[in-house]
């Protein structure tokens, strides 16, 4: 039997699902408490965070037609996000508000971690023996360790191991970015997902302008008029009808011209082609 106080919780939830036009799905997982801190401030006033059990969220998404999928992307330790913001500039607002961290054993490298070549604080010692296990190529210098081959230690997807966490923080590389997950967001019966939620503004911009290029190309090809290409159709048209009838020779107003320009060039070409002799003359009588 369902608590008193579970059903209270069931329809505050459901009475934010109505409330909001935007619902976003959230993995707080490994959220550091002052990350969190900081993102709700630059949200503020943009949206509210709060974090439910599983089972009622699941419960109280089954009862909207259209959110059924949020509960599908739920992530380990789940919360929900309320908004009447525009979700993508949500996720821009999330997006920047990510710092970085260093990493921990058992963290998982979202992007290739590079530790570079170069002389550093480290003072010779035990610490070359870390190095060497993680297969980062050192050598002593002047009493420092010095880094002598850039090298990558780690392949987006690697779980990071207590040696490389504690050689990564010595080296003061912090790879791990922390920031809220979201995972998706619902709005109007639309579920966006981060892969389009994050996707960089410029490759939007950059995609409708090669679809633009397209639809006006086979418009143009197929001579389908619209009011993208009907002054580029009718130039096309025109430009063809006057290239017809100046290779058939129909004079009209625009063909008179370049129709005489060309016959009398065509005139002083045979002319030039063309020598005549003159007759010679002949004597009296008909004789040479």
Known sequence: MVSARKQAMLKTLEKELEQYSIIGMLDMYKLPARQLMEIREALRGKAVIKMYKKRLIRLALSKKEGMKGLADSMGRMPALLFSSENPFRLAQVIAQSKSMAAAKAGDTAASGIVVRAGMTDLAAGPVIGELQRAKIPAMV???????????????????????????????????????????????????YHREVLFKPRESYIAEMQQAFRNYMGLSLNLGIPTKDNIKLLLSNAHGEALGLAMEAGVVTKETAKPLLAKGHAQAQALNSAVKIEPEAPQAEGGKP
């Open 141 to 191: 210098k002047e009493g420092k360790i010095e880094i002598w081959q850039d090298t990558t230690v780690a392949k987006a997807g690697t779980v990071i191991d207590g040696n490389l966490a504690n050689i990564l923080s010595k080296l003061k590389i912090k790879p791990m970015e922390i920031g809220l997950n979201l995972i998706c967001a619902y709005e109007g019966g639309y579920i």
